[in-house]
């Protein structure tokens, strides 16, 4: 298993400002993936982070308004940018080992 | 393309008496399927997997899940369910390049 910190764990940001979400895990991992769940939502994939390489990002989501980084095998930050009501959303990360997917606790972000 | 369902937005049992979270999916190949559970502003908790094998997986929390094949479908079950069972469930299944795709989310109310 792997056990997985974000910061922060909630935010109330105000439109047009951006937010850095910070993912630490406690092992080296390969591949990180961040997730978006809106609210009364499912969770939808953002984007999956190698080291050393850049982000993939899924249908409908861009780097200008997702700028990614992953410095090392244990680390990633996510940034929401020109914030907007509607990126009200828990966002978390995630790692997997051996075939599970194991999630922080995610970040409550309110966009005002 | 990779789907899953979850039938039902919710799901009611007594505490006590047995449980079934229903979900099918869609896959081109052999699934790897995911059970979570999503406990009231904290993350996701991994549950149970399927990759191959016993068709009967067991699980965290006494929880487990049948694999069917022919109905494609992956239903989470519990012989006694408890209150503290209450939560959100998402099945899950692993598209291409390990991302996970989630069905909607079941909500499992457990009364006394």
């Known amino acids: 298993s792997a056990v997985i910190s974000q910061k922060p764990s909630r935010d109330i940001c105000q439109r047009g400002t951006s937010l850095t979400i910070q993912c630490q895990v406690d092992s080296q991992v390969t591949m990180m993936f961040w997730y978006r769940q809106q609210p009364g939502q499912s969770l939808t994939l953002i984007a999956t982070?190698?080291?050393?390489?850049?982000?993939?990002?899924e249908s409908g989501f861009v780097i200008d308004k997702f700028p990614i980084s992953r410095p090392n095998l244990t680390f990633s930050t996510l940034t929401v940018s020109n914030l907007s009501p509607e990126d009200s959303s828990i966002y978390l990360c995630s790692v997997e080992t051996s075939y599970e997917q194991y999630f922080g606790p995610g970040t409550r972000l309110t966009v005002t | 393309a990779q789907s899953v369902a979850q039938p039902e937005d919710q799901v009611n049992v007594a505490e006590g008496n047995p449980l079934t979270v229903k979900c099918t999916y869609s896959v081109s190949g052999n699934p790897y399927l995911f059970w979570y559970v999503q406990y009231p502003n904290r993350g996701l908790q991994f549950l149970l997997k399927?990759?191959?094998?016993?068709?009967l997986v067991k699980g965290s929390y006494g929880f487990e899940a049948e694999f069917n094949k022919s109905q494609t479908s992956f239903h989470l079950k519990k012989p006694s369910a408890l209150v503290s069972d209450s939560a959100l469930y998402f099945c899950a299944v692993r598209g291409g390049y390990n991302k996970l795709i989630f069905g909607a989310g079941t909500r499992l109310a457990v009364h006394p």
């Open positions: 399927y990759i191959t094998g016993d068709n």
């Open positions: 982070a190698n080291q050393g390489s850049e982000a993939t990002y």
